[in-house]
């Protein structure tokens, strides 16, 4: 499990993120939430910014 914490633009500005994903690794947990975002808040990846990467248990 990690907990990654960022921002995504949208079109009324910078809006904070925190999620947490289940993952075997950093690399993975990351292509997940570029996911996530992408597909629901529809942004791309270039659009969002990771500001911390946790590993919680």
Do not use: C, P, Q
Not at 17 to 24: L, M, Q
Not at 32 to 45: A, C, D, E, F, Q
Not at 51 to 56: G, L, R, T
């Amino acid at each position: 499990m990690f907990e990654i914490s960022g921002k995504f633009k949208t079109l009324e500005g910078w809006k904070r993120f925190k999620k947490v994903v289940d993952a075997h690794n950093e690399r993975f947990a990351l292509e997940k939430v570029y996911s996530i975002l992408g597909s629901n808040h529809k942004v791309k990846r270039n659009l969002i910014k990771i500001e911390e990467i946790k590993k919680v248990s």
